[in-house]
């Protein structure tokens, strides 16, 4: 069954469920659901604004496809010790420009004791500080998360299953997390990118108003059904640059990446910052750094923030040895530029106005930078390297 079928499904079944449990006073279940409804451009035709696995994005036309989402989610409670949740979501994202369904979580959890609990089935990943809330818009202070750093893995979710432990002492808490699983990121292109296994472990340390965290993740990946790609290697190949084709494997990839952030709420003052650093065994996903910082104020139900965020490429970003000149310079200028990450860096400010207990208005405008190409930008036309463009964008986050 195709992925937006199955959430449409799951989400009519445990609707079923809970409409039949309400009324036989059965099986306890909770839905619950977010949104968010925004627009956005930019000062700049030259090149789109997306974000990660979006086909296309925006320019000077505002579109509301880039920064909206919908989200439905259900858990079923069967016992004191066991669960069921499914979480359906509605966005563009892959490899085509409409909006479609996916089924985001779909897990089974067991409650060993007050402080371990094991679920299996479709899970989220914790790769980032912000992975289960990423797509939740309302609870977090910024319009979307920083692109520098939430760009570096594009895995949202794993099958598979994980084990949790959560400890409280005094006014701390800590939690730590273990996950392993399989997964398949179809990317914009119409390749796909698998993971098999990957896996991922944070510790967070909640201590009154400030929250700690360390994430690593691992995976074997390979990237498949890119013609471009596989096109390129094998024209590498066929020329006997062996010692090039070496470094561009396509499958059996091995990759770490490893985070630390840190949250604050603390007399009204709000914080958030996060650094990442991502080593692949290919140079076709560049090794990257990555961070951000973001600083807010509570004024009453009105938060105006700023953020920084940068990404530098770790890796180089071109063979030394292939000619520039010669029959041979047009393959060189192609691999070259297949090894080149995108970089760029990003000054935004906004305003969250939480105008109803469940609901929350924001603006934002990005003013980003990119560096020795496009950036993260998508569809750019010839001359935009290295230019400077504004995002605005207005929405409202919601939960229900």
């Known amino acids: 069954m195709k992925q937006p079928a199955l959430a449409i499904t799951t989400l009519a079944v445990l609707g079923t469920l809970a ?62 010790t066991i669960s069921f949740t499914a979480q359906g979501l509605v966005r563009k994202n892959g490899n085509n420009d ?30 980032y500080m912000i992975s289960d809330v990423r797509n939740v818009g309302y609870a977090n202070t910024m319009l979307r998360p920083p692109n520098e750093v939430y760009r570096q893995v594009t895995a949202d979710n794993a099958d598979g299953g994980d084990i949790i432990y959560q400890h409280s002492f005094g006014d701390s ?32 340390l909640e201590s009154g108003p400030f929250t700690y965290r360390l994430g690593h993740s691992r995976a074997t990946f390979g990237i498949y059904d890119n013609a471009s790609l596989t096109t390129l290697v094998n024209t590498a190949k066929s020329l006997g640059l062996n010692n090039v084709v070496a470094e561009l494997p396509l499958t059996d990839i091995k990759g770490t990446f490893n985070s630390a952030g840190i949250s604050m709420d603390y007399n009204n003052i709000i914080g958030q910052a996060e650094y990442a650093k991502r080593k692949t065994d290919t140079r076709l996903v560049q ?34 040895t292939l000619p520039t000149t010669g029959p041979l310079a047009p393959l060189s200028a192609a691999v070259n530029g297949a090894i080149k990450s995108g970089l760029q860096s990003t000054n935004a400010i906004g305003l969250r106005w939480d105008f109803y207990k469940s609901a929350a208005f924001k ?29 605005y964008a207005a929405g409202i986050d919601f939960v229900f």
């Open 173 to 204: 808490t800590l939690t730590a997390q273990a996950a392993i699983g399989r997964t398949k990121v179809r990317s914009p292109g119409n390749y796909y990118v698998e993971f098999k296994p990957v896996i991922s472990t944070q510790v967070s």
């Open 19 to 80: 409409f039949n449990s309400h009324a036989q006073e059965g099986i306890p279940i909770t839905v619950s659901g977010f949104g968010t409804g925004a627009l956005t451009m930019t000062n700049s035709d030259q090149a789109e604004f997306n974000r990660v696995n979006q086909t296309s994005g925006v320019g000077k036309d505002a579109r509301a496809g880039v920064d909206s989402n919908l989200g439905i989610q259900a858990t079923a409670k069967l016992s004191d």
């Open 287 to 320: 090794d990257t750094s990555s961070w951000y910082i973001m600083l807010g104020y509570r004024y009453g139900k009105f938060v105006p923030y700023y953020m920084h965020g940068d990404v530098k490429q770790d890796s180089r970003r071109s063979f030394e």
């Open 363 to 391: 603006i934002q405008m990005d003013r980003i930078k990119t560096r020795d190409g496009s950036g993260y930008f998508v569809n750019a036309k010839p001359g935009f390297a290295g230019s400077t463009v504004n995002v």
């Open 98 to 127: 409409q909006f479609g369904a996916e089924l985001a979580w779909a897990f089974a959890k067991f409650k060993l004791n007050d402080e371990f609990s094991i679920r299996v089935g479709r899970i989220g990943l914790p790769v």
